[in-house]
């Protein structure tokens, strides 16, 4: 086995006085789907905007692909804050789908898709437009490439979301509630795209949501975060069927 290609050893997160993360000790391997439920407030969304650099750490190490993320080895070998070409490089394994979308509304969904890899990754126009009509075939939405997001249903702009993520060719996609933005009845075209991608053998997934049987279908691993710890983790048939702890057992009671 490889080394993990996400690790928390003992992050510690504050907000003034509150403490969000609590020594967190957290992997994620390659190819893995791993989903994290949990109460509201437990961390989830935290470990996400950690990982994408949003949010800075009060202590531990994150790491990905084995770099730490806010240091980087200097010339001795010793770390040294990182640099901005080093958080940038970081940043580009992993792409993130937020909750609230966040597509750039005065974008079409092409130009969405193909903005940061023409500006990050430096792809010619053609290059980008080509892989972005790749991806909007696959979330199905190849027929709307000239569309605002505004002029889209949120199930729609959820897709120009997973499919502006895939540009960029992360190793890692992370999930913040995918679908908890969404009318009930396009939960189901935003789910089958994610299963459609679970069944990629070499992305790795890491997918925060209160969607209890979709985290059970295309997870290898779930684990329940409560007050920023991981409170206990396993196998979803196991983890959803009989938990150990008394706490995942009173969370899922209130949620299934
Ligand atoms: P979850 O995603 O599990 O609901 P979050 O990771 O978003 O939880 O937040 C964990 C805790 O940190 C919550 O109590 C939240 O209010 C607090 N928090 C999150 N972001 C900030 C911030 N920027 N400033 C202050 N408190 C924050
Ligand atoms: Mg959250």
Redesign the pocket.
């Known amino acids: 086995m490889t080394d993990p290609i996400i690790k928390f050893d003992n992050v510690v997160k504050r ?2 006085e ?1 403490t ?1 993360l609590d020594k967190l000790n957290f992997e994620v391997n390659r190819g893995e789907k791993v989903s994290i439920i ?10 996400l ?1 950690i990982l994408m650099t949003l ?1 800075s750490i009060n202590g531990g190490v994150v790491t990905v692909a084995g770099e730490p993320l806010w240091h980087e080895r200097g010339p001795d070998g010793s770390l040294v804050p990182a640099s901005e070409a080093h958080l940038r490089k970081m940043r580009a394994q992993l792409g993130m789908v937020f909750q609230q979308f966040n597509l750039f509304p005065h974008m079409t969904v092409l130009r969405n898709i193909t903005e940061a890899p023409t500006k990050v990754l430096g792809l010619s126009k053609k290059d980008a437009k080509d892989r972005a009509e790749e991806l909007l075939e696959l979330v199905g939405l190849a027929d709307q490439a000239q569309k605002y997001p505004h002029q889209l249903s949120g199930g729609q702009q959820q897709r120009v979301g997973i499919a502006r993520a895939l540009a960029m060719r992360p190793n890692v996609l992370l999930f913040d509630e995918p679908t908890s933005a969404l009318d009930p009845e396009l939960v189901g075209e935003v789910l089958n795209v994610i299963g459609k991608l679970a069944e990629e053998h070499d992305l790795t997934i890491l997918l ?1 949501t209160h969607e209890m049987r979709f985290a059970r279908e295309i997870s290898d691993r779930v684990c329940f ?1 409560d007050q920023g710890r991981i409170r206990e983790e396993g196998a979803p048939e196991d983890l959803f069927t009989d938990p150990n702890e008394e706490r995942t057992r009173e969370f899922l009671k209130a949620v299934l």
């Open positions: 907000f003034g509150l969000v949990g109460p509201s407030g437990s961390g989830k969304s935290t470990v905007r949010e925060v975060f």
